[in-house]
């Protein structure tokens, strides 16, 4: 309710039905003065915000401290001084994916820098491999060693960042195993296929991927690390809605393993009990990325390390803790449950992941 003054007239100037108190009964509009002050909508901004926190924080509360109270709550109705699932997963998405995509976006140099690793790494494997042969005792195999980490090799892998001038050769392939470099253009692979025999012609899946390849190779010149980058970072920018698509799986998943709780439980309340879930999981996932920063200025990875094998028992514990105060069954049935349903969650993410990575490779 704002706090703007009513209206002398009582006809609705939204609708034009005649208001019967401060609402209109037939559209809900509030029959208030429709030209403001500067002052009014200041405090209606605050208002605003102040009863947005007011419900988030006990929303929050109630989430993070009542595993499957909330969901419970909407499905009986009582959903008055709870910020709405819907709203609250809009939000808590957003804050998520723009903490994630500040983190986790890739350039060449990284790609590059990736490959240098990896080439010093078996570059030192082969050279440990030549002196440990000459080594005739223990000892001498533990002096080879200890001469290998004084040379520095292995901070030099851990270091190694420099950006490397990007090649036409050698690095990803994304040609699935065949070579595509020898045609320059569509064109060029359109001609080829029209010519060959029907037999030996490329069909199906195998005829859209390698002409999407060869598509790419000339689009960025044949620098496999600029695609690369390319299509990781569309890769990642499918989250959001691969996590959409997910949910009402996942809510199918547990209507079938509910199945006899189905006059209990209609679909819109798993798909509830989801949106909470998921929304828990974007919060801890939040702190998780934090301890993970504090680790890297601090480098206490001992104490980092245990912190964050601590939050992940707890996060397994909240959610067998959420299914049982949900559904209302014991511990033996809910854990059983738990685990046929994370083989089904991680059966479909693989198969999601799959489709989303062939989607990306094809937009990009």
């Known amino acids: 309710m704002s706090h703007s003054p009513l209206r002398k007239e009582t006809n609705c100037l939204n609708c034009g039905a005649t208001?019967?108190?401060?609402?209109?009964?037939i559209c809900g509009q509030e029959n208030t003065e429709p030209k403001e002050s500067f002052w009014h909508m200041v405090t209606h901004f605050f208002y605003d915000i102040t009863h947005f926190d007011g419900s988030f924080f006990t929303t929050l509360k109630d989430l993070l401290f009542k595993p499957g109270f909330l969901s419970k709550e909407y499905m009986l109705g009582r959903r008055k001084k709870y910020l709405h699932p819907i709203r609250m997963y809009v939000f808590t998405s957003a804050v998520f994916f723009l903490v994630f995509f500040s983190m986790f976006h890739v350039n060449e140099s990284s790609i590059t820098a990736e490959k240098q690793r990896e080439q010093l790494r078996r570059d030192y494997e082969a050279v440990k491999a030549e002196a440990l042969k000459e080594a005739k005792t223990s000892e001498d195999s533990a002096d080879v060693l200890k001469g290998l980490a004084m040379l520095g090799y292995d901070s030099v892998i851990k270091k190694t960042s420099a950006p490397q001038a990007p090649g036409k050769s050698g690095g990803i392939s994304f040609s699935l195993g065949r070579d595509v470099s020898t045609y320059k253009s569509v064109?060029?692979?359109?001609?080829?296929?029209?010519?060959?025999?029907?037999?030996?012609?490329?069909?199906?899946?195998?005829?859209?991927?390698?002409?999407?390849?060869?598509?790419?190779?000339?689009?960025?010149?044949g620098n496999q690390t600029k695609i690369a980058t390319e299509l990781i970072n569309k890769f990642l920018h499918t989250f959001p809605y691969l996590l959409f698509v997910s949910l009402p799986l996942y809510a199918l998943f547990l209507k079938l393993l509910y199945l006899r709780k189905r006059k209990e439980f209609y679909f819109a309340d798993h798909g509830v009990f989801l949106i909470h879930l998921y929304i828990f999981t974007f919060l801890f996932m939040l702190?998780?990325?934090?301890?993970?920063?504090?680790?890297?200025k601090t480098h206490w990875e001992d104490l980092f390390s245990w912190l964050q094998l601590i939050f992940i028992l707890a996060?397994?514990?909240?959610?067998?803790?959420?299914?049982k105060n949900f559904y209302g069954q014991g511990w033996g049935k809910t854990i059983i449950k738990f685990i046929i349903?994370?083989?089904?969650?991680?059966?479909?993410?693989?198969?999601?992941?799959?489709?989303?990575?062939?989607?990306?490779f094809y937009q990009i």
């Open 187 to 221: 064109n060029e692979y359109d001609s080829v296929q029209a010519s060959l025999p029907k037999e030996k012609k490329d069909a199906g899946l195998t005829k859209v991927i390698t002409r999407k390849s060869v598509a790419l190779n000339e689009k960025y010149e």
């Open 315 to 323: 996060g397994v514990f909240y959610t067998l803790k959420a299914l």
């Open 19 to 25: 208001v019967q108190g401060r609402y209109c009964h």
């Open 287 to 296: 702190l998780f990325f934090g301890l993970d920063a504090l680790e890297d």
């Open 341 to 360: 349903l994370n083989i089904l969650c991680l059966a479909s993410l693989i198969l999601l992941f799959t489709i989303f990575l062939f989607f990306s």
